[in-house]
């Protein structure tokens, strides 16, 4: 079956980084454009950022443009997601999911929920003022 794993998630403080990985069994990693999302309590889930299946296209959210950076290995399975200066408005838990993508074009899907068929469990985020 499919499987994806985020990881790298923890405690920093404002200022800080972190590097989230999402790992991927059971599908053919470059079929899919990655994503992802992230969720604070109360609040609604939002899209960080978005990559084509060969990396050359991204998307980010104005809320991290600048300081966060996607990436992806496809010999390995694995979607990278550094964050740099973070704030404690980046608290959230952050899922990793995967939507198909046609062909070989540089598809990039719209950074909705509903693009993407596969998600992982989630890795929290907090960071501290």
């Known amino acids: 079956q499919v499987q994806v794993v985020e990881s790298g998630g923890g405690l920093v403080q404002a200022g800080g980084s972190l590097r989230l990985s999402c790992t991927t069994s059971g599908l053919t990693f470059d079929d899919y454009a990655m994503g992802w999302f992230r969720q604070a309590p109360g609040k609604e889930r939002e899209g960080v950022s978005c990559?084509?299946?060969?990396?050359?296209?991204?998307y980010y959210a104005v809320s991290v443009k600048g300081r966060f950076t996607i990436s992806r290995d496809n010999a390995k399975n694995t979607l990278y997601l550094q964050m740099n200066s973070l704030k404690p408005e980046d608290t959230a838990m952050y899922y990793c999911?995967?939507?198909?993508?046609?062909?070989?074009?540089?598809?990039?899907?719209?950074?909705?929920?509903?693009?993407?068929?596969?998600w992982g469990q989630g890795t929290q985020v907090t960071v501290s003022s």
């Open positions: 990559i084509s299946w060969s990396g050359l296209s991204t």
């Open positions: 999911a995967a939507a198909p993508s046609p062909g070989y074009n540089e598809y990039i899907p719209n950074l909705v929920g509903a693009d993407f068929d596969y």
